[in-house]
């Protein structure tokens, strides 16, 4: 199954569900929320964190958390 | 309720993050700020005041959160203050510019039963970006007042005012009762249908192609680098011009007092203690000043989001967070800003790293004790023939300090974070022009928190160190021991300091001190730069004349082994003291005001003094 983690710079996806149930509040309280769109905008020159275009905000979030939200492509 | 005209009305301000939530309350209450403490945490309680139509109104500045469930210590005091319920009103602050988002965490707010006002900030970016919102229809959906305003532009302000004068029935909306976060959005998501218009045009636009330079690979690093260059020419050199004019200040001060007031125990404290005592804490403002300023605009304009996004994988493993560079870098000017600064770093227990190891890095008050150490022992040579000996002992210094701080950094976060929550995700903000008049803010509100708060402690320790070195025990006619002022006992080293010193001696011996450096270590308390005085008055040659004081120093002989005092393996030990040492009341004090308490600041000093003592002691027995 894809996550957001394995999105490539420019890919939009929708979001499916998390991975851990304890720490989907605090994404979902950020906008990150099952249906959106999420589009992947590019990745830290370091490689990580990642940076997440959700509901009209940029986000930026570790590589590691990425991994726990599951988005399939249209 | 006391809703009455005349009498006070407590407004909670509360918001996202980035919101313009501090901006808004700045443009509300202006000068008139009182920063004070909630009780057992370390975030500080800023409220402010304003009076319209003989209406007084209490405004608390809350920190910002993303929903009513708290994460981090400061999210938990905006729980908290709002579930005491100790205020009449509830201000929040939304983003026009992105209501579902930003009007979440609002709908939570309904439970508090209070009444409820809404700011739409960013009215003017709205506008320019075809966002268009039904105010009035929206008001009535969400039963409660709601204003559109420009906090930077001061646009809608004076209506927003009267809002909050007026908003005395509590809100209510049956639609939010009880949700799940997700059933939440959609209530939220249909409420707004009806209200907002949006434009297809994107928000983003002028950001993203920001992005593309501030983090691209080379010239977002080189960027960086020249914000961190800036900000350390600023607190290193320009502050010096302010911080020099300061201190002439004082001397005159000192000496005008001395020469006008009749001489006394009440002149001397007066013109030797208290003045230079507060000349110790003024002098701070310049570098505190400068750097808030920057800070703020970093803040303020969205870049302070990207330092993280640039370092975040680079400080991660020492448990840092990527706003701990700034503090860091600026720690080599002067710990005190530094220590301050750490403020901007969200999550509590990365900030009380930062602190915690921010005393390591070397700051410019060490370097005249470098400087003068080095002239001492390093003899003038080239390794390999191309490389000064003395220069690079004072990188060594540099990176010594540097080292130990991250090491320390690592480990210690083993310790801190064993059972906390992770997960990072951060936003990042639109970059937004930032303002000046909110920029002075707060630096006013950093100065007047450093000057009343850390300044108290500082005053009254310099007060201490002053007694110490500037009276000591003798014996009168009957043949019992009295206070006597040093100006009659002739030398420091029959001060109390002096006394204590030289009591000192077994302790320091094995580090390659004798008293003289002893005495010099306690009065350096008050600044390290002190050691380099203290020398100077007990070798008794004027503090300008250092080649003078070099000179005798390196006569100085042991007596009982004959040789030298000031070798290579005591000039080193000394070197490297200084280095780990917290040797700065100044920083104690700072760190007790910001980590509110004593438990932190004690720990530090006895970690950075054991540190200190056994590697001073390692070294001297190494090279002896």
Known sequence: MLKLSDLKDGQSAVLLHFDESENKNVFQEMGIIPGELITKLFEAPLGDPIVIKASDTRLMIRKKDAALIFVATK | ?624
Not at chain 2, 424 to 431: A, D, G, N, R
């Open chain 2, 1 to 624: 309720m006391n809703s009455g005209a005349g009498a006070n009305k407590r407004v909670a301000i509360v918001g996202n993050p980035n919101s313009g939530k501090t901006t808004l309350f700045n443009r509300l209450s202006g000068l008139n700020q009182k920063v004070g403490n909630y009780p057992g945490v370390t975030v500080d309680k800023v409220e402010g005041y304003f009076s319209h139509d003989n209406q007084k109104v209490t405004l608390i500045d809350l920190p910002g959160c993303y929903s009513i469930s708290s994460r981090s210590e400061d999210e938990k005091v905006t729980s908290d203050f709002l579930n005491g319920g100790d205020y009449d009103v509830i201000l929040y602050v939304g983003d026009s510019t992105n209501l579902k988002r930003s009007l979440f965490f609002f709908t939570q707010l309904y439970s508090f039963g209070k009444p409820l006002v809404l700011a739409l900030n960013f009215q003017d970016e709205a506008d320019k970006k075809g966002v268009n919102i039904d105010v009035k229809n929206l008001q009535r959906q969400l039963d409660v007042n709601t204003v559109s305003i420009s906090a930077k532009k001061n646009s809608g302000i004076d209506e927003l005012k009267r809002s909050i004068n007026e908003a005395n029935s509590v809100s209510k909306n049956e639609d939010f009762n009880q949700l799940s976060i997700l059933k939440r959005y959609e209530a939220l998501d249909q409420l707004l249908h009806g209200s907002v218009v949006k434009s297809e045009q994107d928000h983003y636009s002028v950001t993203d192609k920001l992005d593309k330079v501030l983090v691209h690979p080379i010239w977002g690093y080189l960027f960086f680098l020249l914000i961190l260059g800036i900000i350390f020419q600023m607190i290193f050199y320009v502050s010096e011009y302010p911080m020099m004019a300061i201190e002439k200040l004082f001397l005159i001060a000192e000496s005008f007092i001395s020469t006008s007031l009749p001489e006394g125990p009440f002149t001397s404290l007066l013109a030797k203690g208290i003045i230079p005592g507060l000349g110790g804490v003024l002098v701070f403002i310049p570098q505190i000043a400068l750097l808030f300023f920057f800070l703020s605009l970093l803040e303020e304009s969205g870049y302070m989001a990207r330092v993280s996004l640039l370092t975040d994988k680079l400080m991660r493993p020492f448990g840092l967070n990527g706003r701990s560079v700034i503090p860091l870098i600026s720690a080599t000017a002067c710990a005190i800003p530094a220590i301050m600064s750490s403020r901007t770093i969200s999550n509590y227990k990365e900030r009380l790293l930062t602190i915690f190891v921010t005393p390591l890095i070397s700051c410019s008050a060490r370097l005249p004790v470098y400087t003068l150490i080095i002239a001492l022992v390093i003899p003038d040579e080239k390794i390999f023939g191309f490389i000064d000996m003395k220069g690079f002992t004072l990188l060594f210094l540099y990176l010594l300090g540097f080292l130990f701080a991250l090491i320390t950094a690592a480990v210690l976060s083993r310790f801190f974070k064993k059972n906390e929550q992770s997960i990072f995700v951060m936003e990042l903000p639109k970059y937004r022009f930032p303002s000046f008049r909110n920029s002075l803010l707060i630096i006013l509100e950093k100065v007047k928190i450093f000057v009343f708060d850390a300044g108290k402690v500082i005053l009254a320790i310099s007060i201490v160190l002053w007694v110490l070195s500037s009276y000591g025990p003798n014996t009168d006619q009957n043949g019992e021991t009295i206070m006597t002022s040093i100006s009659e006992v002739e030398n420091i080293s029959e001060s109390y300091a002096g006394k204590i010193g030289k009591s000192f001696e077994p302790i320091i011996e094995p580090l390659g001190y004798n008293w003289k450096i002893g005495i010099a270590i306690i009065t350096s308390f008050a600044a390290r730069e002190v050691f380099v005085g203290t020398l100077a008055t007990i070798y008794s040659v004027s503090e300008e004349n250092t080649t003078g004081l070099k000179e005798r120093m390196m006569q100085e002989i042991n007596p009982d082994t004959g040789l030298p005092v000031f070798t290579l393996a005591t000039g080193i030990s000394l070197l490297i003291f200084y280095v780990f040492a917290l040797q700065c009341i100044s920083t104690i004090a700072v760190v007790k005001r910001e980590t509110k308490g004593w438990k932190w600041p004690i720990i530090q000093l006895v970690y950075l003094s054991l540190l200190a003592y056994s590697s001073a002691f390692l070294a001297y027995n190494f090279l002896s």
